[in-house]
């Protein structure tokens, strides 16, 4: 089974997920942000490929990515980096990034060598879904890659049940139709939690963009399986420059 359904089937709440750009703040940070996270309790992590246009990041992930890309991160040398992860991290690896940097790779060699180094998820935000169901769909499952599409409030219901109805693993629940970033409040966002509740999905749900804090984090986990943390963690890392302080920064301000 795949390591993002077996946490799900053993842990229904609560589930911390953290986001942090490959490469960043220093190019080697790659793996020991992953070991420092995985090492300190958090659940599942999702790894970003840094990309020259980030569309649907705030200004705090796309720093962070064009600071990467300055370091020399690429997807090879990603991989290169998480070529022997798997011998001391348990949890679940999520890849994230943006479609043309894996489409010039080569979505099955991506999706080969995400097998080969053990990475569990993808999330492409910017694939469509007609396109994902009629080349990319079967060439993912036979790497028993999980695919994580994202909803937000304005996303219809006959869409939410097609994403449930071919995809595994979770649905990326955005908490608003804008960029990543913290926010001020979550309140006008309560009809849309329960609104997706009561759709009954089969596919868990985790709640992200703009969680930052405790207050945050227990609001969502009331209405989803936890929460996605992204330009929380890579504010601290901008101010740090260190991975274990940064990591120490991060869960101190989400558990206050």
């Known amino acids: 089974m795949n390591r993002i359904n077996k946490l799900f089937q053993n842990k229904k709440n609560n589930i911390l997920s953290v986001y942090f750009t490959a490469g960043f703040p220093q190019l080697d940070d790659t793996v020991p942000t992953i070991k420092e996270l995985a090492a300190n309790g958090v659940d599942l992590i999702e790894i970003g490929m840094p ?42 690896l999520v890849m994230m990034g943006y479609l043309n940097p894996v489409m010039q790779y080569g979505f099955e060699n991506f ?3 995400c097998k080969h180094v053990g990475i569990d998820g993808l999330i492409i935000p910017d694939l469509p879904m007609s396109d994902f169901l009629a080349e990319y769909k079967e060439i993912s499952e036979r790497y028993g890659i999980e695919f994580i599409f994202l909803i937000t409030p304005e996303t219809s219901e006959e869409r939410i049940c097609l994403i449930d109805e071919n995809t595994n693993g979770f649905i990326y629940m955005v908490s608003s139709a804008g960029t990543t ?13 329960n609104r997706i509740n009561k759709m009954n999905l089969k596919n868990p749900r985790l709640i992200g963009f703009g969680i930052s804090n405790k207050e945050s984090v227990d609001i969502v986990n009331q209405y989803s399986s936890g929460a996605i943390i992204g330009s929380a963690f890579i504010k601290v890392l901008n101010r740090t420059n260190n991975v274990k302080e940064g990591v120490k920064l991060l869960l101190k301000k989400l558990s206050k």
């Open 51 to 92: 990309f020259s246009d980030p569309m649907a990041d705030g200004v705090v992930i796309q720093e962070s990515s064009h600071k990467a890309l300055q370091n020399g991160m690429n997807i090879k040398k990603l991989f290169s980096q998480l070529e022997n992860i798997r011998s001391e991290v348990k949890i679940p």
């Open 111 to 113: 999706c080969k060598d």
């Open 181 to 193: 970033g913290e926010q001020k409040t979550f309140s006008d966002k309560i009809d849309y939690f």
